[in-house]
């Protein structure tokens, strides 16, 4: 899929080498796969024990951007896009990493409080602490959708882990004034708002971009134009190989190639919180609630913005877009997911 | 379960996740089933575009429709060493033969591993396509493109009226330029139904065409086809006459045009040097100028015309009013000497003419006045192009007129103080020609689209009446005159009587004034003189030894006139213009 979507792309921005974009996110699968094999043998006790470093170290990953072996992006529009850094030629997004962290983070500050957990400052504050300062950093790369899919999974984990409604509500609250406050001023994000409430009146009267990838889905019909068919691929939708490619998707392989992925993921959060409701503690039960919240957030956000009913927002789908660091890391959470369903099961047998 | 994971918040949020995906499937639905109709017509139209399919440009023809420019598809192969993952060696081993390239040049080219781009052969014959295109499928790093190649047939014949493309195959010189949108198939819309070159094809993003490399090969639509004036044999006659010439009195340059006499329509227009169309980016410059139309120079006595037929016209003189000669050498008032050739007591205005006596056409002049001498020259079209649709026209400077002294004003009548291109003393003389109308001369004859539909016929374009048809009637009998007993003697042909003038003009150089030993000679007529046919103009720029028009231009006008009517005899070409 992201050969199909990003071939002709690639063709242009890379000296026609078409295969640009696969070769990177074949090596980043392959990574991914040993990473998710490891994960899966790598007792999860350890990210309880060394969660703090964890945090630590994807929140420094996060400044890294800034430093000299930051890698910046520079967009059309003349915004520079502090997202990456670079290390022995490889390019890393540390965002993706930051999810991570920080779900384990927050999972073991919950879990190891007991009943704390209901005390507004040592239970909540501490997180949203964290949080203020994740979202600081990605609001300065910056990187809105993935500071709001952040503090959604986060509420998730405090509304599991058993924070009172007012406490929640607070969370969202202050979550809400720094979204509001990051998007105040900017007219480039207001503008996106504002299209989207205007699509909620029209529904398929929209901004380019997402009008772009209704007509994509549409001219996709139920059974799809074939893989390799696309025409909204070719330079109509911006980011054909990333934020878009479930429009590519649906494009080639029609509602039932959408339906059907739709329903893996399904299956996969389905299976997630299984997992987590079998889970042996408290810690591995959050991280897995917290890994499927986010992989299944993500999704919803994606395909969401794709098929026009949330804002636009650059939010990638999970495993199936280009991007190697998000890949990696999705793969590395099922990983983790495998290693807690792991520990049950020998559990179970032992019991 | 641990006592804080309250397992039915754990419940809400699967169902949560689970109903929104659930919603999103719902939502997929609705945009790729159900309402997937209307998103589509919406869209429609920003995946098809009108784009301009390339155009097979269109032939220029003679009026017989002989082919004098034409397309060939060329194919050039060209490699991206960079990409290529065989072994060049190999590569080169395969082509070779193909591209009619040795081995040992291939293989350099193809080593260059830095390169992304390099032509191997350009330019192959169209007939090659499909082995070229079976090879460099099989090989990743070779391509080909499909291009136009302009081809002219007749090389050097008609190379000014023709003109040639550059590279691009965007049109220089000549035809080839003014009407370049009419020959790459633009303009063509000029006809409601002709929109043959838009095509709706489904284009990318950026509205370029999704498959651009067929759509060559299936456009069978060309441009338009612009048939023109100009006989293949009139135009060999004539080039051959006047090269001739050139080459006899080692002339600098030179310059014919043949014109039907009654319509305008130019019949032959060449000129000396001229140049090998399909070689011109090895011609010189000088060569490639249509002197016809561009040459600007003072005509001499050929002006006499002018000035005799705007005396006769204002009716201030008739053809035997005399005046006095003064034996050849006459002083202005400002002090200026005129001389004519021989002495000459009283002429009548006719033996002016046919004497061509400077002093008595001043003579004759003085009773014009400035103005309405200045008037007729206008009326003759001087000072303005003539129209002709080729590029680069110059309309020569009036000047002398404008300026008012003594001399000029002494001068003009017999063609000094002025200049003026070779067309436009020929339309002038076709003036007496055509009973006294001024004809806008032209070389397009039709523009006919791709599917053979005349967009464009071109018709004799009287300009103005410039005298009575009795005045151009007395001059006609003068200028016969000139070629009967006067200076225009050579120019007798056989079987016809032909009116013409005679004009040696001494050149005159920039600060230096009057050159001597450096002339320009005229002879300009037409024939028969009874019922024109044709107008003939010879220009011979600088003939070793400054020698007399009598000599130089009025032989060759004989040449070109006595083959032109034999051959008009034979074939009545202006009989079959009705029928197209």
């Given at each position: 899929?992201?050969?199909?979507s990003s071939n002709m792309l690639a063709y242009e921005l890379y000296d026609e080498n078409v295969y640009r974009y696969v070769t990177v996110q074949l090596f980043a699968c392959l990574l991914g796969l040993i990473g998710m094999f490891a994960a899966s043998y790598f007792p999860y006790q350890y990210y309880h024990r060394y969660a703090k470093q964890i945090l630590l170290l994807s929140l420094m990953s996060l400044v890294l951007v800034f430093s000299p072996i930051g890698y910046s992006v520079r967009s059309a529009t003349g915004q520079e896009f502090h997202r990456w850094i670079r290390i022995a030629g490889m390019q890393f997004q540390p965002v993706e990493l930051t999810k991570l962290g920080l779900v ?248 | ?580």
């Amino acid at each position: 899929m992201v050969y199909s979507s990003s071939n002709m792309l690639a063709y242009e921005l890379y000296d026609e080498n078409v295969y640009r974009y696969v070769t990177v996110q074949l090596f980043a699968c392959l990574l991914g796969l040993i990473g998710m094999f490891a994960a899966s043998y790598f007792p999860y006790q350890y990210y309880h024990r060394y969660a703090k470093q964890i945090l630590l170290l994807s929140l420094m990953s996060l400044v890294l951007v800034f430093s000299p072996i930051g890698y910046s992006v520079r967009s059309a529009t003349g915004q520079e896009f502090h997202r990456w850094i670079r290390i022995a030629g490889m390019q890393f997004q540390p965002v993706e990493l930051t999810k991570l962290g920080l779900v384990i983070y927050v999972s073991h500050s919950l879990s190891s409080k007991g009943d704390k957990i209901h005390s507004l400052t040592r239970g909540v504050l501490p997180n949203i602490f964290i949080l203020a300062i994740t979202f600081i950093l990605l609001y300065k790369q910056p990187d809105f959708g993935s500071a709001v899919l952040l503090s959604l999974a986060v509420i998730v984990l405090l509304f599991v882990g058993g924070a009172r409604p007012s406490q929640i509500i607070l969370v969202v609250g202050i979550a809400c004034f720094f979204i509001y406050s990051s998007i105040q001023g900017d007219a480039y994000k207001m503008q996106r708002i504002q299209d989207f409430l205007n699509s909620l009146k029209h529904p398929y009267e929209t901004n380019y971009q997402v009008t772009q990838s209704l007509n994509a889905l549409a001219l996709g019909g139920v059974f799809g134009a074939g893989v390799g068919n696309s025409i909204y691929k070719l330079f109509y939708l911006p980011y054909p190989h990333t934020d878009f490619i479930f429009a590519i998707l649906g494009e080639e392989l029609g509602f039932i190639g959408g339906f059907g992925v739709i329903t893996l993921f399904m299956l996969l959060i389905w299976r997630g919180i299984h997992i987590a409701r079998r889970a042996t503690d408290e810690f591995a039960c959050l991280v897995a609630i917290g890994i499927t919240a986010f992989i299944g957030l993500q999704t919803i956000v994606n395909v969401g913005v794709v098929t026009g009913m949330l804002p636009t927002k650059g939010i990638t789908l999970p495993f199936i877009s280009y991007g190697g660091s998000s890949l990696l890391i999705s793969m590395v959470s099922i990983g983790v997911l495998l290693n807690i369903s792991r520990g049950m099961e020998s559990q179970e047998v032992r019991g | 379960m641990n006592s804080n994971i309250s397992s039915s918040r754990v419940a809400i949020i699967l169902v949560g996740l689970e109903i929104c995906l659930g919603l999103l499937i719902g939502r997929l639905f609705l945009i790729q089933s159900l309402h997937r109709e209307e998103l589509r017509e919406r869209s429609e139209h920003h995946r098809h575009g009108q784009v301009r399919l390339p155009v097979k440009r269109g032939k220029i023809l003679d009026r017989h429709r002989r082919i004098f420019a034409m397309n060939r598809d060329l194919v050039s192969v060209y490699a991206d060493p960079k990409a290529m993952k065989a072994q060049p060696a190999e590569v080169a081993q395969t082509l070779a033969p193909l591209l009619d390239v040795s081995e040992a040049k291939l293989l350099p080219a193809l080593e260059q591993k830095d390169r992304r781009f390099v032509w191997l052969q350009r330019n192959l014959d169209y007939n090659r396509l499909k082995d070229i295109r079976e090879v460099t499928k099989g090989i990743h790093g070779l391509g080909y493109q499909i291009h136009g190649k302009r081809l002219y047939p007749k090389d050097e014949l008609a190379c000014h009226i023709i003109g040639y493309t550059n590279f691009a195959n965007k049109g220089m010189e000549g035809i080839e330029r003014q009407y370049d949108t009419y020959l790459s198939g633009g303009g063509l819309g000029l006809v409601p139904d002709s929109k043959s070159q838009e095509k709706l094809v489904t284009t990318d993003g950026k509205r370029r065409p999704i498959r651009p490399p067929q759509l060559y090969q299936e456009t069978s639509e060309s441009g338009g086809r612009i048939v023109l004036t100009f006989d293949e044999y009139i135009q060999h006659v004539t080039e051959k006459e006047l090269l001739a010439g050139c080459k006899k009195w080692k002339a600098k340059a030179g310059t014919a045009i043949v014109m039907h006499a009654k319509s305008g329509e130019i019949l032959a227009m060449a000129n000396y040097p001229n140049y090998n169309l399909n070689r011109f980016s090895t011609s010189r410059e000088s060569a490639k100028r249509n002197l016809a139309i561009w040459m600007q120079y003072e005509p001499g006595s050929v002006f006499k015309i002018v000035t005799a037929s705007a005396v006769l016209n204002e009716k201030l003189m008739s053809p035997t009013s005399r005046e006095y000669c003064e034996m050849g050498e006459y002083r202005l008032p400002n002090g200026h000497i005129i001389h004519d050739v021989k002495p000459n007591a009283w002429l009548t205005l006719s033996e002016i003419i046919e004497k061509s006596s400077n002093i008595g056409i001043i003579k004759a002049a003085s009773h014009l006045g400035r103005e309405r001498l200045a008037d007729y020259t206008h009326r003759f079209g001087f000072g303005e192009k003539t129209g002709l649709d080729l590029p680069y026209e110059k309309s020569g400077s009036l000047r002398g007129l404008k300026k008012w002294d003594d001399y000029s004003v002494a001068s003009v009548p017999f063609g000094q103080g002025i200049s003026a291109t070779p067309i436009q003393v020929l339309n002038a003389i076709n003036v007496i020609a055509t009973n006294g109308v001024l004809l806008q001369p032209y070389v397009t004859l039709q523009i006919i689209n791709g599917d053979g539909k005349v967009l464009k016929r071109s018709h004799p374009k009287p300009i103005r009446r410039v005298i009575s048809a009795e005045t151009a009637n007395k001059m006609k009998k003068m200028l016969v005159r000139v070629t009967e007993t006067g200076g225009g003697i050579n120019a007798r042909v056989k079987g016809y009587q032909v009116a013409g003038k005679t004009g040696t003009a001494q050149k005159a150089e920039r600060k230096k004034g009057y050159v001597k030993g450096k002339v320009v000679n005229t002879f300009a007529g037409f024939l028969p003189a009874e019922d024109p046919l044709i107008s003939i103009i010879v220009v011979v720029d600088e003939p070793a030894g400054a020698p007399l028009s009598s000599h130089v231009t009025a032989p060759i006008f004989q040449k070109i006139a006595d083959q032109v009517m034999r051959y008009l005899s034979q074939k009545d070409l202006f009989a079959q213009r009705p029928l197209n």
